[in-house]
């Protein structure tokens, strides 16, 4: 059975947005992008909360025909347009073509996603992560920690009641100064 990982670009002061909901402050320069790359082709499919799914969605089916995009840019639009993809929104009536949509607490959600899917499961946005989170299905964080202080916006861990050890995989630092630091949950 494939792990469950938790893999987002955050602050160096823990926020994966600013309060205004913006992503402009994240440094994603061809280095980072070719490694979200393999991260991404190592996953079977990726999992995402209705915000995030927004964002994504917006801008990766066409990132092809963007002609800012650079080489790594262009491989992780294939690499991600290839991948299964599922949406987790209690307010969306459909999902668009090429996405699944579900809804329900988490156990249900990794159980359903489970019948289809052996390998790893890419989960990204911090409400889904954080109900995944609280029940322990979260078997990796995979933190993207960007040299910024946002000072505020929207954390990538949620409020929890008692500390979660954790016991660290992996780092890597990048030339931009982004540091990447894998963690196992327990």
Do not use: C
């Not at 280095?31 to 969605?57: K, Q």
């Not at 409400?127 to 920690?145: M, P, Q």
């Not at 500390?163 to 196992?184: C, D, H, I, K, N």
């Amino acid at each position: 059975m494939g792990k469950v990982i938790f893999l987002m670009n955050v602050s160096l002061d823990g926020y994966i947005e600013t309060r205004d909901h913006s992503l402009d402050w994240s440094i994603v320069d061809d280095e980072l992008h070719a490694w979200f790359n393999e991260r991404t082709r190592s996953i079977e499919a990726i999992v995402y909360g209705r915000r995030l799914f927004e964002v994504m969605n917006a801008y990766w089916p066409t990132a092809e025909f963007d002609p800012a995009a650079t080489g790594p840019m262009l491989e992780f639009g294939r690499i991600w347009n290839a991948k299964p993809k599922v949406v987790v929104s209690s307010s969306m009536q459909e999902a668009p073509p090429g996405w699944r949509l579900t809804s329900g607490d988490p156990e249900t959600i990794l159980e359903e996603l489970r019948r289809d899917f052996s390998g790893d499961l890419g989960i990204g946005g911090p409400t889904l992560a954080g109900g995944f989170i609280h029940r322990g299905l979260v078997d990796e964080y995979a933190l993207v920690v960007h040299p910024v202080i946002l000072g505020g916006g929207t954390p990538f861990f949620p409020d929890l009641e008692r500390p979660a050890g954790l016991r660290l995989l992996e780092t890597r630092t990048f030339s931009s100064g982004v540091v990447y630091l894998g963690y196992a949950a327990g």
